[in-house]
């Protein structure tokens, strides 16, 4: 098998604190829980116009970024107030939120000191004793939330910046030391300390909707569509597990341990390229297409091959340009095969198995002619959304496997590859596969 080349490796960061990566919803401190894969506590700066909008943004990425470590999914928990205290909840595998936002909390800064009270009660007491203990040595998030109206530009400094301060480990002790890189008293991995706000760019919940739909919805303000976080993550689950006859069946399950979102995806990627192609088809109906055109012709089949197995594998007559991107030089005549890659627990290997299901493709014979083969791999638009040094690297890995094929230097033939995501309609079809840089360009790149 091939090997990916040392250009990849990650790069080092020089100094401690530095952010070197862009967040397309949120402008972060010293460090983002995206780039660590330490436990985290984050200071989040709620505004007050779209405040539920952006909590419930971060809760939902955070919950991403454990699934993506680790695997399965965190518990979701609120502390609450019991006897007049804080309970803040064990937080190993957790997304929890402590939201300070409402009126009974109230801020005071002093020259020396600052404390957020509600009944004699200083909340930054127990969140200071939370980075302290750490989390178990377990992946886990704590969210603690306060309002924007807190800032008061007269008071001179910056409020959110003192409350970090407070709450962060104090330079040179255990915790922070181990954060570090130094050996400490336990194993346990301290937990990173930052805070976070909306990106001023970003429109929310509209321009979050990309993270589902790989495209904004609703920037019109319809009335059909939600209007609020919850809603467009409600709505797109809700419309990708819909039923439908065409995902039905073209769709096979893979034998082995398959996700349902890697199920549901390759099946709408499906249905959506039969659906594009049959619009050029005169006299008949898309089921007499189906059947007849498309499975009883083999143009189409998933979990195709046994030696690699493919998700999706095409021979139409000529690839709809309109659904799926390939270069300006690719035979839309030759074969092409799909595959879905979701990035669950890719987070410890660095996408080492999305390399691996292009590498496989390698000199196989039971796939057709590579010389006219392509290859598109499919991500959901949140492995690229969530930053844009992630984003990067990914198409550069499918960027080092075709400049390997093309080189003549070397004896490995195989298809070319693009990197895309899948676009979803209000209905939650799949309408087009988009180039993963054009749509780093639309995401990164708002004004």
Sequence with gaps: MTQVSTELARTVRPGEGEVEFEDPFYDWGSASPFDSARPSVILHVSPENRRGDSLALLQRRLRDEYT???????????????????????????VATFDLTDEEWSLEARSESIRVERDGRDALEYVEAIVET?????????????????????????????????????????SDLRGRGHSGDGDEEPPLVTRCQPNKNADLPADAS?????????????????????GYEELFERRLRQSGWLRTVLTEEHDGNESNEHYLL????????VREDFQDEDGSTLEE????????????????????????????????????PLPDDA??????????????????????????????LADSDGLGSSANASVCIVVPPRLLARTDEQANYLCRLVSVWNRRVRDEKT???GPNATLSVPVFDERGDCVALK?????IEEVYNRD
Excluded at 68 to 94: D, F, H, Q, W
Excluded at 210 to 230: C, K, N
Excluded at 266 to 273: D, I, N, R, T
Excluded at 331 to 360: A, M, P, Q, Y
């Design 68 to 94: 993506y470590r680790r695997g399965g999914e965190p518990e979701a928990k609120r502390v609450r107030m019991i006897a007049g205290k804080p309970k803040i909840p064990n937080l190993s595998n957790t």
């Design 134 to 174: 750490g989390f178990a040595g377990d992946l886990g998030y704590l969210v603690v939330n306060v309002p924007s109206r807190w800032e008061d530009p007269l008071s001179g400094g910056d409020v959110f910046t003192r409350i970090h301060d407070r709450i962060a480990p104090p330079s040179g002790s255990k």
């Design 210 to 230: 990309t993270y589902w739909f790989g495209q904004q919805v609703g920037a019109d303000d319809s009335a059909d569509l939600p209007s609020t976080i919850e």
């Design 266 to 273: 390759k099946a709408a990627v499906a249905a959506g390229l």
């Design 289 to 324: 297409y189906v059947f007849e055109t498309i499975l009883e012709a083999g143009k189409l089949e998933t979990e195709h091959g046994d030696g690699p197995c493919v998700d999706i594998y095409t021979q139409l007559d000529g690839l709809p340009e309109s659904f799926v």
């Design 331 to 360: 035979d839309i005549s030759g074969n092409l095969i799909i595959e879905v890659e979701t990035g669950r627990s890719e987070g410890g290997t660095n996408f080492r198995k999305l390399w691996h299901t292009i590498d496989r």
């Design 411 to 413: 004896d490995i033939k």
């Design 435 to 439: 180039h993963a840089e054009e749509f």
